[in-house]
C-alpha cells in the first residue's frame, strides 16, 4: 500500500460546479498536510496547508481527519483556471514530503 | 523575493555520459531538498540538505548520484554515469529553518537520457 493515495482521476467537472478530492494516508504519526497544484510541465506551487481544525482561503476549502487519516480538498465555484493537477503531500515527521500521485482536474465550459 | 532557481530548464544525453544539475534556493532558506518525478509515478524525495551538511539522503537511487551543497547556498546534483532509467524531471525545494516549514519548489530540470 502506498504511504499517500490519490485517485488520479481525471475528474472533468462544468464551470461552476463544486468539486473535491480525497487523499489518505498511512502513517497516523504524520505532522503536517499540504495541497499543491501543478500546471503542465511546471514546478508543484503551494495551494493550502492542511490544519486540524480546517482552513478556508477564497473558493478552496481543505480539512484534516485524522481519525481517518485523510485530507480532503474543495473547491466551489471552479473557474477554467483551476483545471490543473492537485497533488497531496504529507510530511512524516522526517522533513521530507510525500506525494500522492495527483488527481486531474478539467474544468469544462 | 527570487524564487527556487534550477539550471538547467532540459538536458538530453547519452547513456553513460555526465550530467550536472543546479538548484539555487530562496535566499536564507536553509533547508535544500532534491526530488524526483519519474514519468506516470509520483514526485519522490531523493534528499535533504540543511545548510551546506546532508541531512538525509535515503531517497538517493544509488551512488551514480552525488549531491553538493558547498557553503550551503547553491545545490548541485551529478549523475555519473546516466542511465536511461535517470530521465525525468528533477525538482528542487527550499524551506526555511524550522521544521514543518512550507517547501517551496524550483521548475525543475528535464533530464532525458537516450
Redesign the interface.
Do not use: R, W
Given at each position: 500500500r502506498?504511504e499517500?493515495e490519490q485517485d488520479p482521476g481525471p475528474f472533468n467537472v462544468p464551470e461552476g460546479a463544486t468539486v473535491a478530492f480525497n487523499c489518505t494516508y498511512s502513517n497516523s504519526a504524520s505532522?503536517?498536510f499540504?495541497w499543491?497544484r501543478q500546471d503542465c510541465r511546471?514546478?508543484?506551487?503551494?495551494l493550502m496547508?492542511v490544519y486540524s481544525s480546517g482552513n478556508e482561503d477564497g473558493r478552496f476549502t481543505a480539512q484534516l481527519n485524522r481519525a481517518s487519516q485523510y485530507i480532503s480538498l474543495l473547491i466551489r465555484d471552479s473557474k477554467l483556471s483551476d483545471s490543473a493537477t492537485y497533488?497531496c503531500a504529507v510530511?512524516f515527521g522526517?522533513?521530507?514530503?510525500?506525494?500522492?500521485?495527483?488527481t486531474r482536474l478539467t474544468i469544462i465550459p | 523575493e527570487a524564487g527556487v532557481t534550477q539550471f538547467p530548464s532540459h538536458s538530453v544525453i547519452e547513456k553513460g555520459q555526465t550530467v550536472t544539475l543546479r538548484c539555487d534556493p530562496i535566499s536564507g532558506h536553509d533547508?535544500l531538498?532534491w526530488?524526483r518525478r519519474v514519468m506516470g509515478?509520483?514526485?519522490?524525495?531523493l534528499l535533504?540538505f540543511v545548510k551546506e551538511s546532508k541531512?538525509?539522503e535515503s531517497?538517493m537511487p544509488n551512488n551514480r548520484f552525488l549531491a553538493e551543497r558547498t557553503g550551503g547556498t547553491y545545490s548541485t546534483l551529478k549523475v555519473q554515469p546516466a542511465e536511461l532509467e535517470d530521465s525525468g524531471v528533477y525538482?528542487c525545494?527550499s524551506s526555511h529553518h524550522l521544521?514543518?516549514e512550507?517547501?517551496?519548489?524550483?521548475?525543475?530540470t528535464r533530464l532525458l537520457v537516450l
Open positions: 502506498k499517500v505532522q503536517s499540504f499543491y511546471k514546478e508543484p506551487k503551494l496547508s497533488l510530511n522526517n522533513e521530507k514530503l510525500t506525494f500522492g500521485t495527483g | 533547508n531538498y526530488y509515478k509520483e514526485i519522490k524525495f535533504h541531512q538525509d531517497g525538482f525545494a521544521a514543518g512550507t517547501q517551496y519548489f524550483g521548475p525543475g
